[in-house]
């Protein structure tokens, strides 16, 4: 892999749609530079990282004094510097000097996409300081945003203070109603007792965004309070320890600890009573990010498996040659660049709803659909990783078991998104209360009818009455759902998350593929059959008559 920026034509394709002539102009020569850096120096410090070079807690000094300093080895470093300084979180929030203005989350995500095909890991650490940049730039004082916020959004500038955001508990993981860490007010304004257990970018990070519950406050989420703790100056007094670094089966690159707060000094952010409405805002942020990793991840193992099958002789020809193997590479592309439009789609939502940049009114249907396409984003394409992880291992036989290849460590990274930002269940719950609380239903199911007349006359008949059949069975699912005990609601629950998801990505699909080129057309045909015809006897394929266009063109 040479420049994963320049093998990614539909990438390209998004960000000329996306962005105005001058900005993509600009970024494209950037893209460009960062997609060779990232397929280049900064996946040989990926390797190193995952092997050799993982955080190591340096819990005591020469004297026996506890310090909880985390060790990172210097190639981690020049990574970390490397990518902060190309705008990767400051320029969402700050101006880009050559084009003076700021930039937006679809150029910020593009960045994180080509870094995910390396280091997935990585880019954890930076998700938790895009989440931190918002959270302060949103909702901190004045006087806390002119004091932490221009070092969160350093781009070589000023000294980089990495982010991190501090919810889970041993007793509460996913219900963060029952988390206790406290926060007991005094005259330099908040220390923060108890512990957080799984504390991602610990020892790492210069600022951590903390939830925790003031003294009287009442129980459950909305008695919990968000605090900006200073990692460094909280450390060095002894008012914040590392128990240990969590020993995790990948996203090796990202220290994750178990942190205990002995009065650590903490600034309270906003309103005393909606520190947990400010970190789910903050989650919905993150949970693009992980969909954004994950699609990394697929891109990446799709190309291993695509080179591999070229190179590789087997039974006196080319892996690339046997129609198995073409319908596998075929059906993967077609995938990974559908749920890319999706998940950009979303994006461009979400510089709306979320950006800086915006000066238009955002509509209730605008928000309850960003919340609801990012949980279905989240759930499917964490999902996809791991499964096209398998796929590249396949491909490979037993050398993609074999940890000199990076398809192992695309299957352990890839593990972790299914669970990180909330896990299938979660989603599933999530998607749950947007229908009780939004009918977001409606809005859905409104919003794909309309776009699908709009589509319908570019495409074969019988697909098209299909998928028009699956909204309207849809509608029928979830009537009959909402009815039904609170128990069997939560049981449907995913299985409309997914019946959501396909039927979404099929619009986008056929979206693309009258807008696009002949290409374009190829992947929403084979996308198509094979989420809704994958079981019909075909005597000409359609994934192979698509082959070559599809994955050569």
Known sequence: MRN??????????????????????????????FGELTAGIIDERAVHTDREGQPKLIRYDKMGKEISKVWLNEGYKETVQATYNAGIVGYIHKDIPALGHKGNYVYAFAQ??????????????????????YLIDQYASVELKNKYLPNVLATGDVELYEGATFLTERQGGSDVGANEVKAVKDDSGYRIFGEKYFASNAGACGIAMVLARMEGAPTGTKGL???????????????????????????????????????????????????????????????????????????????EAKSYAMERDAFGQQLVNYPMVQETLTTLVAKQEVEMNAIFEVIRLMDKVMGKTTTKEVSPKEHALFRLYVALLKKETAEQAIHFAHEAIEMHGGNGYIEDFVTPRLLRDAQVLTVWEGTANILGLEVLRLLHKFQVDQFFLEEMKIRLGKVANHFASDLVVLLDEEITSLYERIQAVIKLSPDLQSYYAKKIAKQ?????????????????????????????????????????????KNFDLVVNG
């Open 4 to 33: 994963f920026y320049q093998e990614d034509a539909n990438l390209k394709r998004i960000l000329q749609q996306s962005l105005s002539e001058d900005f993509f102009q600009w970024a494209n020569k950037e893209l460009d530079a």
């Open 112 to 133: 994180g996409y080509l870094l995910s095909h390396a280091e997935p890991g990585f880019y954890c650490p930076v998700t938790l300081t895009k989440a931190t940049a």
């Open 225 to 303: 309070s968000l605090f900006l703790v200073p990692w460094e100056e909280n450390r060095e007094q002894g008012y914040l320890t590392i128990r240990r670094l969590k020993d995790k089966l990948g996203v090796r690159a990202v220290p994750s600890a178990e942190v205990e707060f002995q009065g650590a000094i903490g600034y309270l952010i906003g309103e005393a009573d909606k520190g947990f409405y400010y970190m789910v805002e903050a989650l919905n942020l993150s949970r693009v990010s992980n969909a954004i990793a994950s699609l990394g991840i697929m891109r990446r193992a799709y190309l």
């Open 500 to 544: 959501m998801t396909i039927i979404f990505e099929s619009i986008v699909a056929m979206e693309a593929g009258i807008s696009g080129d002949d290409r374009q057309q190829a992947i929403a045909t084979v996308y198509l059959h094979s989420t809704w015809k994958k079981q019909d006897f075909e005597v000409e394929p359609v994934v192979l």
